[in-house]
């Protein structure tokens, strides 16, 4: 049985930082291309940043620069790095596991930025 856990999430000021982990089970990470979403209140679920078995990284352009995916395979876990934050990053952030066009989720974690 497969299962994506995030954590990391939390209550955070503008301009602060969060690490969301997302560890896995049942399912080598290492296989699959790995993605963060992010859901908020009355908005459809987006992509905020994937990155490949290989390590290439992509982000939607409104966390470039600001956020970090990564991946520690031997850890069977991936994260993402948020730093600068923003009210508008306030969300359900979702981790997303791919392979040979199967995809698990995660139950989420909510982040929530404000003063």
């Known amino acids: 049985q497969v299962q994506l856990v995030e954590s990391g999430g939390g209550l955070v000021q503008p301009g602060g930082s969060l690490r969301l982990s997302c560890a896995a089970s049942?399912?080598?990470?290492?296989?699959?291309?790995m993605g963060w979403y992010r859901q908020a209140p009355g908005k459809q679920r987006e992509l905020v940043a994937t990155?490949?078995?290989?390590?290439?990284?992509n982000y939607v352009d409104s966390v470039k620069g600001r956020f970090t995916i990564s991946r520690d395979n031997a850890k069977n876990t991936v994260y993402l790095q948020m730093n600068t934050l923003k009210p508008e990053d306030t969300a359900v952030y979702y981790c997303?596991?791919?392979?040979?066009?199967?995809?698990?989720w995660g139950q989420g974690t909510q982040v929530t930025v404000s003063s």
């Open positions: 997303n596991a791919g392979r040979e066009g199967v995809y698990y």
């Open positions: 990155i490949t078995r290989v390590g290439n990284s």
């Open positions: 049942g399912i080598m990470l290492s296989r699959c291309a």
